[in-house]
């Protein structure tokens, strides 16, 4: 049964503390995604991996840090630097090579700092 | 500067009726567009998409529209279902060699009503 697995679905944080957000996926895609999604908004990019060792920042970088050291995975860490890291994580992942572009997604993870 | 935009943030349609989302884009560049449903708490599920050399595409109730010249697409529901009432995001991609990646609008959250 292929697809995408997040974990937690619900993660509380202390201020100044980080915390790790899991991805995996046994879809066989090369390229994987992390979005982040606050009330009423769209989907921002945060980061993104094209292959295993390598990873791009999106639009939204800052405060967060990634690593892709398996094809499977792309965890993704909230550091205390980011500001309001309050908000729903979505990962997605799509094939790399040639069209369409579809991306498929995770569950997503709902982090709530206190 | 948002390249892709969902003017209007709800929509509310009876039950058995036609459902109408709009989406505009700005980037000429575009030339891959995917709408996307998503109930709250959950990971976008990938609906419909349209390559820009095609004005139309049906999958059985859904239908998306492609008017290039007025860089604007839709995405048509027919007949509406309660079970459809979810936020719905077009998303847009260009070809490039940073791979696919997508452009998100920020979603219009539509209800059917029984």
């Known amino acids: 049964d292929g697809g995408i697995t997040q974990s937690p679905k619900y993660l509380f944080r202390k201020e100044g503390q980080n915390v790790t957000l899991s991805c995996e996926q046994n879809l066989n895609h090369d390229a994987m995604y992390w979005y982040r999604q606050d009330p009423g908004q769209g989907l921002r990019l945060i980061y993104y991996s094209q292959i295993v060792n390598d990873f791009q920042k999106g639009d939204i970088a800052e405060g967060y840090s990634v690593s892709r050291e398996k094809k499977e995975s792309f965890p993704l860490t909230v550091t205390s630097a980011q500001k309001n890291p309050t908000a729903f994580y979505l990962c997605?992942?799509?094939?790399?090579?040639?069209?369409?572009?579809?991306?498929?997604f995770g569950p997503g993870t709902r982090l709530t700092v206190l | 500067d948002q390249q892709v935009k969902q003017n209007s943030p709800s929509l509310s349609v009876q039950e058995g009726r036609i459902s109408i989302l709009n989406c505009d884009y700005t980037?000429?560049?575009?030339?891959?567009f995917l709408w996307y449903k998503k109930y709250p708490a959950e990971g976008p599920t990938f609906l419909i998409s349209i390559s820009s050399i095609k004005d139309k595409n049906e999958d059985g109730r859904f239908t998306v529209f492609l008017n290039k010249s007025a860089k604007h697409l839709s995405l048509h529901i027919v007949p509406s279902q309660p079970g459809d009432s979810a936020v719905y995001f077009c998303a847009a991609s260009q070809n490039r060699n940073a791979g696919n990646m997508l452009t998100f609008g920020g979603g219009t959250r539509l209800m059917v009503k029984p």
């Open positions: 980037n000429s560049m575009f030339d891959y």
């Open positions: 997605a992942s799509s094939i790399l090579a040639g069209r369409p572009d579809t991306q498929y």
